[in-house]
Each structure stands twice: as C-alpha cells, then as structure tokens.
C-alpha cells in the first residue's frame, strides 16, 4: 500500500513570491494535516481536512491556506513568502479525524521550502 | 496555548544501555497520547497510541507508559542499539482538537 506522498521534497523561493505543496494520502484516509518544522521547534499544527473541509487550523497568519479535493489529495499554500517560512513541511493522513479517531497519523517525507 | 514537553532534550546512550524520557502534558481534558519516532530523513512513524490511564504497551525493546491523572508518559527502550539513534515526539490530543507536538528527544546510541 503506497503512503503518503509529498511533492515537491525540495524548493527553494525568494522572499514575496508564493508556494503550494501536494499531499496525496493514503488510499482510504479521508483526513489530511499539515505540520511545519522549524529548526529548534516540534511540529506546528497548521490545518486538519476532512471531506474537503476545513476542520481546524493552528495559530498561523492567513498567508497559509490549504483545501482538500474530492479525492482526499490537499494541497496548501503560503501566500508572499517571508525568510521566516523556511521550514520542512510535513503532511499526514489518518482514516478520520478525532474526536471519535485516536488513529495513528501517517506522515510523509515533507517537503523542504527554503526562502531567500 | 496547549504545552507539551518533553525531556530530555536529547541524549547519547552506549549500544546496550537502557534508557527512558518524559512527555508531560495537561491532564484535563486529555483523549490520547501518540509516540512517533523520526528517523532522520525519514517521516515520523508511529510507535504506540495510548488512550487510557494506566495503558502500558510494548514493541519488541521499546515500552510505554501512561499516567492521564497526573499528566506524563514514559518511553523506555531496553539494550538501545544504534538503529534506535533517532528522534522521539510524543503528541497529546484533545477531544475535538488537533494533536499538540513535543519538542522530541533526539536520542544517539553510541556503537
């Protein structure tokens, strides 16, 4: 069973322009997170999806944003790109999500944004 | 804010010694608790999902412990090995809330 795909792995922007990333879950998970990693930091909650819905997000500006398409794939978007963006973006999907749903996460490999 | 910590921070280990670290977390409210190990670069996977006070699991050397009451799991590995060397996240979820993140215990065993 393939899991989680994350595209690109690596990328590098300058500052103002702008990024999505593609998660495509585990066949048969409905529900995909993303997470940011700063060096020194653990992962940051950034949104949840489930069934193309936005379930809840994490204390970030509105520059990110994310959706899910009908076939649980998501992608997310970090609008006018600061210095502070540089991270490993990580994307994970679950059957579904909580409260009912204590089901482990499946991350992927994340993808890499460097911003100069 | 929900906090969660872990500690150690990090630590080397001699192949063969056993070891443990701390996740603390709120006890109120509290609906699970999920240990990851992240392998560098590698994703994180999962090694145990705890849900009850007093929940004890084990894979192979690797166990885990949980106290809800007073807020803590305890992650011990037995005889580490090198293929142990790597970063352990606990995560605590809250009853309709997303997962909250430690810092991880970055582990490095030592041949």
């Known amino acids: ?116 | 804010i929900l906090n969660v910590e872990q500690s150690p921070q990090s630590l080397h280990v001699q192949e063969g010694d056993s070891t443990n670290f701390t996740c603390s977390f709120p006890s109120s409210n509290f609906y699970a608790l999920h240990w990851y190990r992240w392998e560098t670069a590698k994703s994180p996977e999962a090694l145990f999902v705890m849900t009850l006070n007093g929940d004890e699991k084990k894979k192979g050397r690797i166990s885990a412990t949980l106290n809800t009451k007073e807020g803590y799991s305890y992650l011990y590995i037995k005889g580490s090995q090198p293929e142990d060397s790597a970063t352990y996240l606990c995560a605590f979820l809250l009853y309709g809330q997303n997962f909250v993140f430690g810092p991880g215990t970055r582990l490095s065993v030592l041949p």
């Open chain 1, 1 to 116: 069973k393939a899991g989680v795909t994350q595209t690109p792995r690596y990328l590098i922007k300058t500052r103002g322009q702008q990024v999505t990333l593609s998660c495509s879950p585990i066949s048969g998970h409905r529900s995909v997170s993303w997470y940011q990693q700063t060096p020194g930091q653990g992962l940051q909650f950034l949104f949840e999806y489930f069934s193309e819905t936005q379930r809840n997000k994490g204390n970030f500006p509105g520059r990110f944003s994310g959706r899910q398409f009908s076939n649980s794939r998501s992608e997310m978007n970090v609008s006018t790109l600061e210095l502070g963006d540089s991270a490993l973006y990580l994307c994970a999907s679950s059957l579904a999500p909580g409260p009912a749903n204590t089901g482990e996460l499946f991350f992927g490999e994340g993808s890499r944004l460097t911003v100069l």
